[in-house]
């Protein structure tokens, strides 16, 4: 995709998110007041998912047919911003029920939201990809791990999903990413449990 039409893509997601009156939709309190957060500081949340976006489709060299993971999804933006960019397939996941009912509220107001919605954790994402014979290319976190309460497990669970392993940390910021086998955090916990798995570790700076 050409840079002007990904900047156009950009103007008219931050445009929506602006002018929508997302307080009339039939959701909870507490994603309102999440999604009012966001709108207060829209310019910080769109330039970090604009970053990841283009870290991802770097390293997935432009794969036309992307599979990606929106792990603890939220509300939703995210997701609906990579079909904006011409994600092929994303899986939406998160383990509050009232986050996945916001997420389906949110994408009839943009008219575009993700192709699947999974209400759950991540041996839910594992069962739901093996059911379906699905290898996603990419399963991004953002504000989502501290809520990841065993990274020993979660990791566990994936990594027979991601091939090959490569981890690469980013600091900063509170985000996970894995990218066609490439693992990418904005924090630098304890690595042994990556290994135990199968990740080969690298460095790279972040935002």
């Known amino acids: 995709m050409k840079t002007n039409n990904i900047i156009k893509i950009l103007t008219d997601f931050e445009q929506k998110i602006i002018e929508i009156d997302f307080d009339k939709l039939p959701i909870s309190d507490y994603n309102k007041k999440y999604i009012a957060n966001i709108k207060s ?12 976006q283009s870290v991802m489709r770097s390293i997935t060299l432009l794969n036309k047919d992307i599979i990606m993971v929106d792990y603890g999804g939220g509300c939703g933006f995210f997701s ?13 996941i998160d383990r509050n029920p009232d986050s996945v009912k916001t997420v389906k509220e949110v994408s009839k107001v943009f008219g575009i939201g993700p192709d699947v919605i999974i209400c759950g954790d ?14 996603p290319h ?14 020993r497990h ?23 990413l894995i990218v066609g086998g490439m693992l990418l955090l904005f924090l630098q916990p304890d690595l ?14 972040g935002l």
């Open 80 to 92: 609906i911003l990579a079909k904006m960019l011409g994600v092929h397939k994303v899986i939406y």
């Open 154 to 176: 979660f990791f566990a669970d994936i990594s027979s999903h991601v091939s090959p392993q490569k981890a690469t940390f980013l600091r900063r910021l509170n985000l996970l």
């Open 192 to 205: 042994s449990f990556l290994v135990e798995n199968g990740f080969h570790i690298h460095q790279m700076n």
């Open 41 to 52: 500081a829209h310019c910080y949340y769109i330039n970090i998912y604009a970053y990841v």
């Open 138 to 151: 990419a399963v991004v976190g953002l504000d989502v791990i501290e809520h990841i309460y065993n990274l």
């Open 122 to 135: 991540s041996p839910d994402l594992v069962a739901w990809c093996q059911e379906n014979q699905v290898k």
